[in-house]
């Protein structure tokens, strides 16, 4: 069980190059500084970021509880890159009386992309942890939960570059004026370097996604063969357990079960938490890793 939850899962999923987010954004304007000599819009916006296979440098601890093992974990970074596809739609005017006359209107397409890491804490958490026989083996099944916590620390994202991306070229009336392409990588990295959203696209929902395929790839119930001294797989025992009265209880809404004991807990990384927000029961768990780092549960009993 304790090689199990200090395999390095989230390396396994990254480096299958399946953690990606992909959305879509609605047509904006685009600041130029003018009124009407330019005008600039982004269009078409399609903005897709994931983690790069590979990049993956995390670390594990396992956590015992009561002597045994039933918690990992894993602190570290995982590289990013985002990706901005967009058409930069840019108007040309000029103002006669007062009144603003377009006299030309050009649609190029470009992109922006931006490298940076996401720093995360990890944790692998087994519970309902049980002995079972299966095809004349023992097994030790359970199940098994991945809470991901980015940490916030925005430095560590790239800024944007725009590139040029293939020619430009205005015509007005038939005649060829020359290309905007330069305009066009302006108007783009100034819409670019404004935007929250991209930020938000390869911070908290990439890394919901990391969550959602560790759970996809662990799988709700796991199954593990047990091994006697010499390696080899441990058959079932004739004997069998006398079965006692079982009065189902629950953890409380976003704890998950600690092993098979009557506790649950709640991970919240390096952040400590109010664990009185949970009730009166529940109690600030602080585990101590090295001298500069600590993490932070709270514990509560099934109710």
């Not at 982004?42 to 993956?56: F, H, L, Q, W």
């Not at 944007?160 to 430009?168: H, I, L, Q, Y």
């Not at 100034?190 to 799988?219: D, I, M, S, T």
């Not at 390096?270 to 585990?287: D, W």
Request: with cysteine.
């Amino acid at each position: 069980l304790s090689k199990f939850l200090t395999t390095n899962h989230i390396g396994i999923v990254v480096d299958g190059g399946e953690v990606r987010v992909k959305e879509n954004y609605p047509n904006e304007r685009i600041d130029t500084g003018h009124s009407c000599k330019y005008t600039a819009e982004a269009r078409n916006i399609v903005a897709e970021a994931k983690m790069i296979p590979g990049s993956a440098k995390l670390e594990s601890y396992a956590i015992p509880y009561e002597g045994k093992i039933r918690n990992s974990i894993a602190f570290g970074q995982v590289d990013h890159e985002i990706e901005v596809d967009l058409d930069v739609r840019v108007k040309g005017g000029t103002k006669i009386f007062g009144k603003c006359h377009r006299l030309w209107r050009k649609t190029c397409s470009t992109a922006g992309k931006s490298k940076g890491t996401n720093n995360l804490s990890v944790d692998f958490a087994a519970s309902n942890v049980v002995e079972v026989c299966i095809d004349g083996l023992e097994h030790v099944t359970f199940n098994i939960n991945a809470k991901v916590i980015e940490e916030n620390l925005p430095e560590t994202y790239g800024g944007v570059t725009v590139e040029k991306k293939g020619d430009c070229n205005l015509d007005i009336f038939g005649i060829k004026i020359g290309s905007i392409n330069g305009k066009i990588q302006s108007y783009a990295s100034r819409y670019l370097k404004k935007q929250a959203k991209y930020r938000e696209l390869r911070g908290p929902k990439l890394v919901a996604e990391l969550q959602r395929k560790l759970g996809e790839k662990l799988g709700s119930v796991v199954k593990l063969i047990i091994n006697d001294e010499n390696g080899n797989p441990r058959k079932c025992s004739s004997r069998r357990k006398r079965s006692t009265k079982c009065e189902r209880k629950n953890c409380p809404s976003g704890f998950t079960r600690i092993g098979e004991t009557s506790m649950c807990q709640k991970f919240f990384g390096r952040t400590r938490p109010n664990c009185q927000q949970f009730g009166s029961k529940a109690k600030l768990v602080e585990v101590k890793l090295s001298p500069t780092l600590k993490i932070y549960y709270c514990h509560a009993p099934m109710q």
